[in-house]
């Protein structure tokens, strides 16, 4: 009997394993993580740090998750278990709204812990105008033209349709873009800044060639147009406004001369893409 007694004593000395622990990590000096209710870009990496304790930490779990629905993951094993971790992954995810992170850490015995917080992800401010648009652009102001041997030109132009397709991506900052803009399929590149609805766009040396009436011949000048323009995108619609000018070289038969536009610039691109 006083056996017995001894082996019960014993076991109920036995200590209970302790629960690994979990928490959010700022990172290190060189990176910084997302910490609650963060707002957070659209397709930009983010770090996500966890931290904590625990009797042989053998690995942990961290999810990226939407209305339940997992957008990413991360796992890392321990080979040689731990009982202090810290550790950073990083994601980059398209999103809209409120995404929950979760750590879940686990011992060598199973047992786990659970750490998990929201961050929030927003479109960036250039996301919306990213495509491809169509349309014609309409010039409005003043042409001249001047042709050795013959008198000087000048003449009104009111809504001359410019075809133009405009293909618009993503710049270097959340607040630019680069837009590729095809007149009459001759092309020429510019970034442009966002502001709100509108992007701004300065197009500089755009080759824009037509054909022309003048003393009864029919001529095709190019001309070399400086652009400053705003874009204002209602719906899937990009509509046109600002300032065109520039001048190029004009041949009639044998002769030749210069031609010069300055006037204004409108019209409304729709979006194909």
């Not at 750490?115 to 250039?126: A, G, H, L």
Request: hydrophobic share 35%.
């Amino acid at each position: 009997m006083a056996c017995l007694v001894g082996l019960a004593m014993l076991a109920s000395c036995k200590k209970d394993p302790v629960a690994p622990t979990i928490e959010m990590y700022a990172g290190d000096e060189g990176t910084t993580c997302v910490t609650e209710n963060a707002q957070v870009f659209s397709g930009d990496q983010i770090f996500v740090g966890f931290k904590g304790t625990g009797e042989n930490v053998s690995k942990i779990d961290v999810t990226v998750a939407q209305n339940g629905t997992v957008l990413d993951a991360f796992h890392h094993q321990w080979n040689t278990p731990t009982n202090n971790f810290e550790i950073t992954c990083d994601f980059t995810i398209e999103a809209s709204g409120t995404v929950a992170i979760t750590g879940t850490v686990t011992d060598a015995a199973g047992q786990t812990a659970t750490k998990s917080f929201n961050i929030i992800y927003n479109e960036k401010p250039n996301a919306k105008f990213l495509g491809n648009y169509e349309g014609n652009a309409l010039f409005t102001g003043t042409m001249e033209a001047a042709v050795a041997g013959m008198e000087p030109m000048q003449q009104e132009v009111t809504d001359q349709e410019m075809p133009v397709i405009l293909t618009i991506s993503e710049g270097e900052t959340m607040n630019e873009v680069v837009a590729v803009c095809k007149i009459n399929d001759q092309e020429s590149t510019a970034t442009g800044t966002v502001d709100g609805d509108k992007v701004n766009f300065v197009l500089t040396d755009v080759p824009y060639t037509f054909d022309y009436e003048m003393n009864g011949f029919t001529v095709s000048p190019t001309i070399i147009m400086n652009l400053n323009l705003t874009a204002t995108l209602v719906g899937s619609q990009l509509n046109l406004e600002g300032t065109c000018n520039g001048d190029g070289e004009v041949h009639i038969l044998f002769y030749n001369g210069t031609i010069a536009i300055d006037g204004t610039i409108g019209g409304s691109l729709d979006k194909t893409e």
